[in-house]
């Protein structure tokens, strides 16, 4: 028997292969929108790719739980309580997947969702493994404020926060101190508050050290639980709907996008008014040179979580990058949230009709009183450290449904904590503000306010 764990680190995200060496058989759990990784893997081992299990239907990413069914005739095993589109055969409590000397048992941890699973690996009789889905993480527990939508949030949260109370202790804590646990996600995931970096850890270390396993009441669990939450970026309960009816191919769908490349201002003048364009070019080349209506949001490590953010589900937009590589490499990491579908065309960027103005930071050093400052980072960043008194807090994720609290009436000088927030911030106001203000990106600069 092996287990192969498999990461997405721009999402944080783990997923999972176990080979039955003697079989020749592979069963899969929570895999990334990219198959190949587990085709290699199989073709590796001469084995054969016999199932997928979804732990429940993400939030922050897209699984190729149908492509694989399609292109291997994998069978897709889930809870019936997702209530997913597709063809699936139930995997619920007392079922079990049976294959050379491996068993692997549902167990309905709720919590995060409704229909939130773990798995239970036994191996010659022994249980060796569970795989924890979004329900137990390593330092940590999943959010129960993702998945839910309409009604009552505060009760609909409340509701699952209780669940998961009993979820970690009537069941994952009930197994063997030995038990290895393998989650879902790691340090970096929205699916948690607190997680840690290590991708694995054992039932008893959990217990020892997780803060959501240690012993308190009901109420103290769902008040730590629900407070100070993250925030939801605006993709989320899109993916449950599309991991709900299962995506298209991965690399076809990547492919069906239109690339070109605009190197005119005719080129450019062909773009249709009002769509975003999002810049994945570093922010001194597109500070040098962009075109109009441009949000930078760099080809970096959360790429993803702001593209998904900013751009709201459904919303067509263009994806600009330097050269035809990276080009293909955010079209495929837009893919990994489901976003190459809105993709009106994808272009190399050699042609700029808009600059930003430099910024004098000495100037904004001595007279910062003659700056509207937006702080853009997260509420939680904000409450621990104001970095300017008088600045307006806005959170990146919804600033563009605020902007009418930003006055134009002096220059507009954003910052986040390092640079990277700030540039697509900053990028989006001065789209939004042009011929009324300047707007400045105080950018890396910030940390020597700190």
């Not at 054992?202 to 769902?222: D, R, Y």
């Not at 191919?249 to 062909?270: H, L, M």
């Not at 939680?380 to 009418?404: N, W």
């Amino acid at each position: 028997m092996k287990v192969q764990q498999f990461e997405n680190k721009y999402l944080a995200q783990y997923s999972y292969a176990i080979l039955s060496e003697n079989e020749k058989q592979i069963v899969l759990i929570d895999p990334s929108r990219d198959p190949e990784p587990y085709f290699r893997f199989a073709d590796d081992n001469a084995a054969e790719i016999i199932g997928v299990i979804e732990t429940h239907p993400h939030a922050d990413f897209v699984s190729s739980h149908l492509e694989i069914q399609n292109r291997k005739g994998a069978k897709i095993y889930a809870s019936k309580l997702t209530k997913a589109i597709y063809a699936f055969y139930p995997f619920d409590e007392g079922d079990v997947i049976e294959f050379g000397k491996i068993r692997l048992r549902a167990l309905n941890t709720p919590g995060h969702s409704p229909d939130s699973l773990s798995v239970v690996l036994e191996h010659q009789g022994i249980d060796k493994a569970v795989f924890t889905g979004d329900t137990l993480f390593v330092g940590d527990c999943g959010r129960p404020d993702l998945r839910e939508a309409g009604g009552d949030q505060e009760a609909l949260r409340g509701h699952l926060a209780k669940q998961m109370y009993f979820s970690l202790r009537g069941k994952l804590a009930s197994l063997a101190d030995n038990v290895v646990v393998y989650p879902a996600h790691g340090a970096g995931s929205l699916c948690g508050k607190a997680l840690s970096e290590a991708s694995s850890s054992t039932i008893g270390a959990e217990k020892k050290h997780n803060w959501s396993l240690q012993e308190m009441q009901e109420h103290q669990f769902v008040e730590k639980l629900t407070s100070d939450l993250p925030f939801i970026p605006a993709y989320f309960p899109y993916n449950v709907d599309l991991n709900k009816k299962g995506a298209p191919g991965f690399s076809s769908s990547v492919e069906n996008v239109n690339r070109k490349i605009v190197n005119t201002q005719a080129e450019a003048s062909t773009l249709e008014e009002g769509l975003w364009i999002v810049d994945v070019r570093d922010d001194k080349d597109f500070k040098k040179g962009h075109l109009s209506h441009s949000v930078n949001i760099m080809d970096g490590d959360k790429f993803e979580t702001w593209l998904g953010s900013i751009i709201r589900p459904g919303e067509s937009f263009y994806l600009a990058a330097r050269d035809e590589d990276q080009l293909m490499d955010m079209l495929k990491r837009s893919a990994s949230i489901g976003y190459e579908a809105i993709v009106k065309e994808a272009f190399v960027v050699n042609y700029a009709d808009q600059k930003n103005p430099p910024f004098d930071l000495e100037h904004f050093r001595r007279n910062p009183q003659s700056y509207t400052i937006v702080d853009v980072r997260n509420a939680t960043e904000v409450k621990e450290k104001k970095i300017f008194p008088s600045s307006i807090a806005i959170p990146l994720g919804e600033l563009r449904e605020r902007i009418k609290e930003i006055p134009a009436d002096k220059p507009v000088a954003v910052h986040c904590a390092g640079g990277y927030r700030s540039a697509a911030a900053s990028s989006l106001l001065s789209a939004e503000l042009l011929g009324r203000t300047e707007v400045y990106d105080i950018g890396e600069a910030i940390r020597s306010f700190n």
